[in-house]
């Protein structure tokens, strides 16, 4: 049986979030993938970084 979580556990969890100080919301991480063309080979390639997300930069992030 799996162990439970106490009260206190529970409550360092939820401090964890962080919230963006121009619009106080809370930041998402996400994994953003961007293709990436050598110029030498013509070949492609995948660049991945990891991008916290919110309200106020959120169109900048996932434009298409």
Known sequence: MAKQMSFEQKAKKEKK??????????IQYVRLVKPVRNEVKGSWKFADTNVG???CNQAEVYKI
């Open 53 to 55: 997300v919110c309200k």
């Open 17 to 26: 979030t962080v919230t963006c100080p121009v619009c106080h919301g809370p």
